[in-house]
Nanobody
Framework: QVQLVESGGGSVQAGGSLRLACAVSGNRYSGYYMGWFRQVPGKEREGVAAIARDRSTLHADSVKGRFTISRDDAENTLYLQMDSLKPEDTAMYYC???????????????WGQGTQVTVSS
């Protein structure tokens, strides 16, 4: 069992930055692939970034060059550095743990409660 708790969300103006963190507790954190996802009301949850155990990463085209995923296995923490934020990045952001290296939501078994990011123009 894995528990995930996100933090770091908030309100920021376009062009600003935020750093999300996801504290992970439970068994074998380092054995999981980790991901960040986001969702706005009325739309499907979408993958933003994922990171493998060897630190390989995937980033959605919409965030490439602006967002960076990283993990600290010693501290059991997942991060998402978000720079050059745009109003369309406004969403609830979730971290997740799974056993497949992908941005598809189906592959992730454990989810946090989410943290809200709001970007104003």
């Amino acid at each position: 069992q894995v528990q995930l708790v996100e933090s770091g969300g908030g309100s920021v103006q376009a062009g600003g930055s935020l750093r999300l963190a996801c504290a992970v507790s439970g068994n074998r954190y380092s054995g999981y692939y980790m991901g960040w996802f986001r969702q706005v009301p009325g739309k499907e949850r979408e993958g933003v970034a994922a990171i493998a155990r060897d630190r390989s990463t995937l980033h959605a085209d919409s965030v490439k060059g602006r967002f960076t995923i990283s993990r600290d296995d010693a501290e059991n923490t997942l991060y998402l550095q978000m720079d050059s934020l745009k109003p369309e990045d406004t969403a609830m952001y979730y971290c997740a743990a799974g056993l497949v290296f992908t941005l598809r939501t189906y592959a992730y078994n454990y989810w946090g409660q989410g943290t809200q990011v709001t970007v104003s123009s």
